[in-house]
């Protein structure tokens, strides 16, 4: 079978979808102000975060980064992460087929639970789990 990323339509079909989570982000009442407050290119984040996207679905592994710890300063609450990803799957459900869907949602959920963890360990960088 072929990797997630080409199923779901490449680096086009990704970005695809990260615009239409991203214009719901920004206008949902929980979570918008927190983009709004660091994301002042919305392109250039775009293309970032597909490139994050991309190495974890099967794609070419672009992003260079530290992503966990871009979040940390945010101070993130369980109420963010379940909007974030109650948008996610939505948009997920809405734009692709039900297997694909699933996938993307279930490595959202493993970010998330990563996320969480860092957050609440809040340890330095080198110790990374």
């Known amino acids: 079978m072929p990797p997630l990323y080409d199923r779901i339509g490449g680096r086009e079909g990704l970005l695809k979808l990260l615009r239409h989570f ?27 975060i597909a490139d994050f996207w991309s190495g974890l679905i099967g794609g070419p592994a672009r992003y260079r980064g ?3 710890w871009e979040h940390v300063p945010l101070k993130l609450e369980e109420k963010h992460f379940e909007a974030w ?15 694909e869907a ?14 969480r963890m860092i957050i609440a360990n809040q340890s330095p960088p080198g110790l990374m789990p």
Do not use: N
Not at 24 to 40: L, T
Not at 85 to 99: D, V
């Open 85 to 99: 990803l109650g948008l996610w799957g939505r948009t997920c459900h809405a734009h692709l087929p039900e297997a």
């Open 66 to 68: 530290g992503m966990p």
């Open 22 to 48: 991203y214009a719901d982000v920004r206008q949902h009442e929980e979570i918008a102000h927190i983009f709004a407050a660091k994301i002042e290119d919305w392109p250039s984040h775009l293309e970032k």
């Open 102 to 115: 699933g996938e993307l949602i279930a490595v959202a959920e493993k970010i998330g639970q990563r996320l």
